[in-house]
């Protein structure tokens, strides 16, 4: 079969290069004038750093077999993500973990004495939290929530902790230890040469051929046998319902003689600071050293036609624009829609890897005539 994917982004690529394998032509359209999607990575030519283009992306997982699969097309080495937030004048520890607490009231505490210390902060009439504000209140109390959380996702979504959903927040671990990994999976690292480097070595296949800079339109599905969709979904339908809200990032570059902050990532907790967070991408690569240094100031705001679409927004509003469009996506046949853009949910990479694997196996086991896969639970 000749197949077009529409994206080379990581589900682009992962789907292409199975498909590939398994003996089918592969075509893929990337508008962009580079491969990878959002995990592009680019070396600064003046300082040799190597910048996350569209912001840090960390490489984590609990699921074995895509560790295997990104290991295959790139060495991964060391990294863990240890982030700091800047708030009411001193530097904290992040996710919250038992130097935060100590050092945010001044304690000396020790495991069990922080447990019990934080769950009298705690609402605990919060039985079954369903706002992110409420998720916090349960878990760590109003005074770190306001430190560490308010102001962060005020500025990061544009709406009150109340408005959002308590799922946001569990993305965060609160431990009572000295761990400061931000993530909690078994697997964690950075790609040697950048991410770039390692979609490149996926699509590197006789059987795939990338076009970039090249804007697909509906019109050119019928020259397929199937199209793989890794585009917005509402795109897909040139938008006639409306559009389906997204957090763009704006980003202000800028450059530095030395180390300016020295870590990677930190965050600014108070809403009276404009950006969410600064990255210093020479600490993604730890193993490299670099006299220069390369700062992403970082800003988020409501994405407008034409801006890169970052998070989606899942409101709810949103979902029920969602479930109209997911509806329209199961009466389409020939086409089946892929990745964050394609079904509309915030995925992390390895998510999206395990879900491209998936979704390549079960066309290859059930031929073209396979439903449409938009997995979007509203
Ligand atoms: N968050 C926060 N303060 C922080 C970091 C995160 O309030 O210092 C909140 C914020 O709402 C964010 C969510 O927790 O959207 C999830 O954080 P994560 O670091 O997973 O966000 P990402 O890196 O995906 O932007």
Redesign the pocket.
Known sequence: MHILLVGAGLSGAVIGRTLAEAGHRITILEARDHIAGNCHTERDADTGVMVHVYG?HIFHTDDEEVWDYVNRFETFLPYKNR?K?TSRGQVFS?PINLHTINQFYGKTLRPDEARAFIEDQADTTIEDPQT?EEQALRFVGPDLYEA??KG??IK??GMSPTE?PAS??K??PVRFNYDDN?FFHQFQGMPENGYTAMVDRILDHPSITVHLSTTFTRDQADEYDHVFYAGPLDGWFDYDLGRLGYRTLDFERFTYDGDYQGCAVM?Y?EETVPHTRITEHKHFSPWESHDGSVLYREFSRLAEPGDIPY?PIRQVDEKALLADYVAKAEGETGVTFVGRLGTYR?LDMDVTIREAMDTAAVFLEKGADTPVFVKAPL
Request: charge should be positive; avoid cysteine; charged fraction near 5%.
């Open positions: 840090p982030v937030t992040l992110f560490f959380f962060y996702t990061q979504w959002l946001i927040l993305r965060l931000y965050n907790g998070y915030y």
